[in-house]
């Protein structure tokens, strides 16, 4: 064997070296998918499928959703608030996770935008599951307060009143997305304000009256995800924390950052299979 093969071979074993130490410590790095669903439509019902109402990429099947969240329960999964997360993950210093959910695997399903057939859909499922396993699963509506109530150019936003049904029986966590789902990049900073300040006030006043409404709209989604150094210096005013929408897992490593939470985004191809191993801290 010549020089060059030598060094070639050393080279290409040197490589493989480094990309096993690379994967074994990335396995090794505990994860928590935040998953960013949107509307949760019925295809057993006429009404939310075409003709009668149009196909979004976003959408996801109540069926599937519906498998989804049974196995994710049945593997004991615990489901994760905004404030769960930021208490226990992002406060400095956090504070210490309950010893009943020390050792059980983690994930957060959140809504965005609040659209009233995610309500009219979600909110019997999640009771229905409490009823048969005893598991009252939490999840997150990132909610454009402005939309509330408010039939949009396709689809109906859930109203005030839905919002705080949900609250009140225990099962929505209601956070902000802004006041109009603007982009944060592309407006003034007095605007920015307007959006992030207006958004967190309306939520409040909706919920006011409740128990534990003191979580309300302490966290934000960003609208379509973006955000930039001068949005953020003024959504540090009002929020906690901010989440992204990016394809990525939370990954629990020294280094992670409250105003860039990471989020899976699911769309109507995305298959249970898919969620599921991705809950489970896998790549694929």
């Not at 909706?206 to 930039?228: K, M, Q, R, W």
Request: charged residues 25%.
């Amino acid at each position: 064997m010549g020089f060059n093969a030598k060094v070639k071979r050393g080279a290409i074993a040197f490589l493989l070296g480094l990309l096993l130490v690379m994967v074994g410590g990335e396995l090794l790095i505990e994860k928590i998918a935040i998953f960013g669903f949107h509307d949760i439509v019925n295809l057993d019902n006429p009404q939310q499928r075409p003709p009668q109402r149009p196909e979004f990429r976003p959408d996801y099947s109540l069926a599937d959703f519906e498998t989804f969240l049974r196995r994710l329960v049945a593997r004991n999964y615990w489901f994760l608030s905004s404030q769960d997360l930021y208490n226990y993950y992002y406060k400095d210093p956090p504070d210490p996770i309950p010893q009943e959910y020390r050792h059980r695997p983690k994930v957060m399903v959140s809504l965005d935008d609040g659209y009233r057939d995610a309500h009219v859909n979600v909110l019997p499922l999640l009771e229905r599951l409490y009823r048969e396993t005893g598991e009252k699963i939490t999840v997150v509506w990132f909610v454009n307060s402005s939309f509330m109530g408010v039939r949009g150019t396709y689809l109906e936003h859930a109203s005030c009143e839905e919002l705080r049904e949900g609250f009140r029986r225990g099962y929505y966590d209601i956070q902000s997305h802004g006041a109009n789902h603007d982009n944060l990049t592309l407006i003034s900073q007095e605007e920015v304000e307007k959006e992030v300040g207006r958004s967190q006030q309306e939520l409040r006043d909706c919920l006011t009256g409740l128990e534990g409404t003191e979580t309300v709209a302490n966290h934000l989604s960003y609208p379509f995800g973006a955000i930039d150094d001068p949005a953020l210096e003024i959504v540090k005013l009002y929020h906690q924390s901010g989440y992204l929408y990016n394809t990525r897992s939370l990954r629990l490593t020294p280094f992670r950052n409250p105003y860039f939470i990471p989020r899976q985004t699911v769309n109507r191809n995305t298959s249970v299979g898919r969620l599921l191993r991705l809950a489970a801290g896998g790549w694929f």
